[in-house]
């Protein structure tokens, strides 16, 4: 479900990234016809065309809603601009409605239908200063999708296959003297970045960080598979309680496999061989 505020901002937003996008096609034209080079006639209008948000989530398959604010909704999100009320900081130089609005609208949808979930990467909505009323409303905040689905007792597909490679080398890092705990916390991982091998294992990079008896560890974690059968993790920049933690990295192999998020390159070599053939 779509607050109309959020559709009509969308609509400002993507009209921007579409003006611009014009602009360069057009500027990239001028400079090739400075050059000498000639291009056939076109019309960066057309190249480029509008983009709706309705649309492009609709065309995943999903059904969406729009909820349009009541004139009570307004009246409420210009009583709290105007008086600095909550969820708004009293600081806030300025009387941003729009959030408000949404805010409005978030309350009243929770309240009718038993419960709601506000997802909102904006400080007024995943800040403290609403968080009695919201809980009063049952209106949970998350500032992410990924904090959302954990809200939901879900991970992400990311956080899924990154605890999944994180689980091969866990018991490994414990025993060489990490300060980690039995299980893997959710929402211990970000920066995510996976990169499959020849053999399609998901090699990963990630930042980890989680509360621990020590006073909370972070590190930059890198697991690569470096034999069939065999997976080395490297811990580098160990930070426990906000210091150094001593060395400050550590490295572990282990045996086993890491989970495969492509079929092996000589596999898809083959059959894109085939295809060739095929049209050949």
Known sequence: MLPRTVVLEDERHQQ???EQAIKRIEGAAD????????IAEHNPAELIP???LLTALESTGIRVETEEPTLDEYRDAERRASLHLPPQSPDKKSDEMR???IWAVALRVAR?????????????????????????ARLLLASSFDEALDLLGRLSPEAEL?????KVVWDALKKDGLPLPDEIPRRAVSQVHFVADQDGHANTSLLLELPT???????NVRVFQIETATVQ???????????????????VKVNGELPRVTRPMDERMSELKNILKEKS
Do not use: F, Y
């Open 16 to 18: 921007e990234l579409r």
């Open 31 to 38: 400079l090739l016809r400075r050059h000498g080079i000639v």
């Open 50 to 52: 509008p983009t709706a």
């Open 99 to 101: 959030d408000l609005t």
């Open 112 to 136: 009718r239908d038993g419960s709601a979930m506000l997802v909102s990467r904006d400080e007024v909505h995943s800040g403290t200063l609403g968080s009695i009323e919201a809980e009063s």
């Open 162 to 166: 990154a605890e999944s490679v994180l």
């Open 213 to 219: 008896e020590a006073g909370g560890i972070r590190a």
């Open 233 to 251: 993790a490297d811990v580098t920049d160990i930070r426990a309680g906000g210091t150094q933690w001593r060395s400050g990295s550590s490295s």
